[in-house]
């Protein structure tokens, strides 16, 4: 089970940190990620980070947020910056136990077995 908060209402240009709170599965041991999908669009991956530490970040958010674990508190974060009006979704946090990241890539959504109920991220301008 994965538990999402710090979701919210932001305005363009503002701050907000995601957390991923898992239970059930050693957090140690799981790669993570943060997916998004927003109203009529396709879910899509927004970062990842695996077993090792290995980062990947969508083109759309590299430089603006940054994902990472605290494995001493089983907290994923997810630090984001410079908020932007197409930035508007709801945010997913999934897991995967050893997940690795290969070629740089993000992972299929369907490797990942856990997943959370979703929070909403609303960016105005």
């Known amino acids: 089970q994965l538990v999402e908060s710090g979701g919210g209402s932001v305005q363009a240009g503002g701050s907000l940190t995601l957390s991923c709170t898992p239970s059930?599965?050693?957090?140690?041991?799981?790669?993570m990620a943060w997916y998004r999908q927003a109203p009529g669009k396709e879910r899509e991956a927004v970062a990842v980070?695996?077993?090792?530490?290995?980062?990947v970040y969508a083109d759309s958010v590299k430089g603006r947020f940054t994902v990472s674990k605290d494995n001493a508190k089983n907290i994923l974060y997810l630090q984001m910056n410079n908020l932007k009006p197409e930035d508007t979704a709801m945010y997913y946090c999934?897991?995967?136990?050893?997940?690795?990241?290969?070629?740089?890539?993000?992972?299929?959504?369907?490797?990942?077995?856990?997943w959370g109920q979703g929070t909403q991220v609303t960016v105005s301008t």
């Open positions: 999934a897991a995967e136990p050893y997940l690795r990241v290969v070629g740089g890539r993000h992972p299929q959504a369907s490797r990942l077995r856990h």
């Open positions: 980070i695996d077993i090792e530490g290995t980062t």
């Open positions: 059930g599965f050693s957090f140690d041991d799981s790669g």
